[in-house]
């Protein structure tokens, strides 16, 4: 079993409204890596950060991203950082060598920033959010771009047509 489409991109690309999108229009359930991890830790992404650290939430994140991969047939969103992790690295070149589809939604920060809201609670937004998002996003795009079988620029797309761009493209 294997999800009919990964969704990758940084925070406030969009990933999880295309995800549920996506998942009406093939009819398919969708799930989240980051819902997941939180269900496993029982409690939320940021508690996990000030609590245990960043390192425990990749470890977390690793495991999440193998198991959903191998369960769900679906669409899968994953965090915006999970494609840092080189076991993850590799597990999503194997889904793509199998024909699998690892869309990367891109985004530019005038788009992000609104979605992403900039005095949310993403831990490795706060301080200058607008400055951290771009050092994320620089730092992770060659990474976005090798992984994915399909790209979509999100800024002017509703979450529908992103949605529809990757469907065709797939
Ligand atoms: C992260 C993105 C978040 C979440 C965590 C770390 C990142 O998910 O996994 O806060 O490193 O970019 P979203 O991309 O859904 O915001």
Known sequence: ?????????????????VAKALA???DVERRD?????EATAGKEIS???????????????????ATALAEHDGVLSLGGGAILDDATQALLEAYAAHGGAVAFLDVTL????????LNNARPLLVGNPRRQWMDLMEARRPIYERLATVTVLT???TPAQV???????I
């Open 24 to 26: 009406r229009l093939w």
């Open 1 to 17: 079993m294997a999800p009919r489409a990964v969704l990758v991109g940084p925070p406030g690309s969009g990933k999880s409204t």
């Open 155 to 157: 800024d002017k797309l």
């Open 33 to 37: 890596t980051d819902a997941d991890v």
């Open 110 to 117: 005038s788009a992000a920033a609104p979605r992403v809201g």
């Open 47 to 65: 508690e996990i950060f000030v609590d245990d650290g960043e390192q425990a939430f990749r470890t977390l994140e690793r495991e999440a991203v």
């Open 163 to 169: 949605a529809r761009e990757i469907a065709d493209a």
